[in-house]
């Protein structure tokens, strides 16, 4: 699926991922290829991103943080959050 995550300053991230989880308003819940079509607030918390490819902009390396080869969070106070066709667009802040 594709993720895009946008913040008030630029695109932080624009890409290939197997799986995505966000901290949602009931709680972290995960998203995979062919899920339901959502819309949801986010909260506090990490956006996990999971993929083989995945690759980070220099100039926004340093909001994320790689935990392993294919696994990269970043931090977030709130946002939103959009899936509809294996596209997810997070407005985040």
């Known amino acids: 699926m594709i993720v895009e995550i946008v913040s008030p300053e630029a695109t932080l991230f624009h ?10 308003i009931n709680g972290e ?7 339901a ?3 949801s607030l986010l909260v506090q918390g990490n956006i ?3 993929g083989a490819n995945i ?8 909001k994320f943080n790689q935990v392993d080869a294919q696994t990269f969070w970043l931090p977030i106070n709130s946002g939103t959050l959009e899936l509809n066709d294996n596209k997810v667009i997070i407005l985040a802040d």
Not at 15 to 24: K, L, Q, R
Not at 55 to 62: G, N, P
């Open 15 to 24: 890409g290939e991922v197997t799986s995505v989880a966000v901290p949602g």
């Open 29 to 35: 819940f995960q998203m995979l290829n062919n899920h």
């Open 37 to 39: 079509a959502i819309v």
């Open 48 to 50: 996990k991103l999971v």
């Open 55 to 62: 690759t980070i902009a220099k100039e926004f390396a340093s």
